[in-house]
């Protein structure tokens, strides 16, 4: 397939009849450029589960307010317009997660965890944003399985008796990646540009231009999830560590123990988190 063709059939992602209603919902909002904090708040308010699943991702471990956000408004004004509309289309995608590969939501909660600890390690202003864009750094998966189901399950299924790892057998079949599909989604959803070229290279982070540490944070986030085999990814080996993601890093044996004995304690509050949302 030619790769314009594929992206427009991508980007018409909302049209299909397997999305949830409240993420088609939400994709108008979100695609709207002026949309405001109010009408990001009153959008969730009117939907009682909504509201209810965004509290209990805010107050999880991905975020470090456990227990403290009691209202929307108060959500909005601490994590800002980025990281709400992020964690609101993570939130809604799951399901969707769930269907097109088992244990894909809870890696993508794990990187997030696992990036936001690295991001406070290395001191960034906003490691709230480097989280969100380690929950939605697989979306390409989720929209690449919901548009084209049957490929993609023969895709997986090659990776696996080949032995490959998944984003070789989808440039193979559709001449893109999960990466690509993902940044596509995310332009097209008027996501900030970082936050698109995280999505875009996280298996490739010494690419990244504008955000080359954030990119290195979600790359070292995914390896280091998968390592510890919380959640699936839909490989059975990991990956090398990008070389100069490892340097960009430049994180020291103390700096690497600090952050593997936190992601101990911060994922086994995720999984009491992922096991109440059963």
Not at 126 to 149: C, M, N, Q, T
Not at 161 to 181: L, Q, R, S, V
Request: proline residues 4%; glycine residues 6%; contains cysteine.
């Amino acid at each position: 397939m030619d790769i314009q063709a594929l992206r427009s059939q991508i980007e018409r992602i909302d049209t299909l009849p397997t999305i949830p209603g409240v993420l088609r919902k939400l994709l108008v909002v979100i695609e709207n450029p002026r949309i405001s904090l109010n009408d990001v708040g009153s959008f969730i308010s009117n939907d009682p589960v909504l509201t209810s699943r965004v509290l209990k991702v805010v107050n999880s471990p991905i975020y470090g307010f456990p227990g403290r956000i009691s209202s929307v408004s108060q959500a909005l004004i601490l994590l800002g317009l980025n990281v709400v509309k992020g964690m609101l289309l993570g939130v809604s995608v799951f399901e969707a997660m769930q269907k097109t590969m088992v244990g894909l939501w809870e890696h993508s909660l794990g990187c997030a965890v696992t990036a936001r600890i690295i991001a406070k390690k290395k001191e960034l202003k906003e490691p709230e944003e480097v989280s969100v864009a380690a929950l939605l750094h697989d979306i390409g998966k989720v929209v690449l399985g919901l548009k084209f189901p049957d490929e993609y399950k023969k895709i997986m299924s090659e990776a696996e008796t080949k032995d490959i790892f998944i984003f070789d057998a989808e440039k193979n079949y559709f001449g893109i990646n999960h990466a690509n599909a993902g940044a596509w989604i995310a332009q097209k959803w008027n996501f900030p540009r970082s936050l698109v070229e995280v999505i875009e290279y996280h298996h490739k982070p010494n690419l990244s231009k504008n955000v080359t540490m954030q990119t290195a944070i979600v790359h070292l986030s995914d390896i280091l999830i998968r390592a510890k085999g919380f959640g699936f990814a839909g490989d059975n080996s990991v990956p090398a560590i990008n070389n100069a993601a490892w340097q960009m890093l430049n994180l020291s044996e103390a700096d690497v123990k600090d952050i593997l004995d936190e992601m101990e304690d911060s994922l086994s509050q995720a999984e009491d988190f992922l096991l109440s949302d059963e």
